[in-house]
């Protein structure tokens, strides 16, 4: 399941970036999904819509219904 998160992730990171920001997958432990927000994603203030609404929702779609994404902090 870690490979398929990282290729969803591969593929919506050119949108991500395009906006100046980026994000790293840090860990999968159970359904729980850490992620790294970085450059203009970092400071944000529609960061968590991004994870929620728009990574945790295709994540859910494309891999598995029940993963929680979390994000890194530091």
């Known amino acids: 399941m870690e490979e398929k998160i990282k290729a969803f992730i591969d593929e919506i990171r050119p949108a991500i970036q395009g906006h100046g920001g980026d994000v790293e997958f840090i860990s999968l432990d159970g359904d729980t999904v850490t992620l790294k927000l970085l450059g ?3 400071t944000c203030p529609y960061a968590l819509a991004t994870l929620k609404d728009g990574i945790e ?3 859910r779609d494309r891999v598995c219904p ?3 994404v979390v994000r890194a902090e530091g």
Request: glycine fraction near 22%; aromatic fraction near 0%.
């Open 66 to 68: 029940t993963l929680n």
């Open 57 to 59: 929702a295709g994540l």
């Open 40 to 42: 203009a994603c970092g």
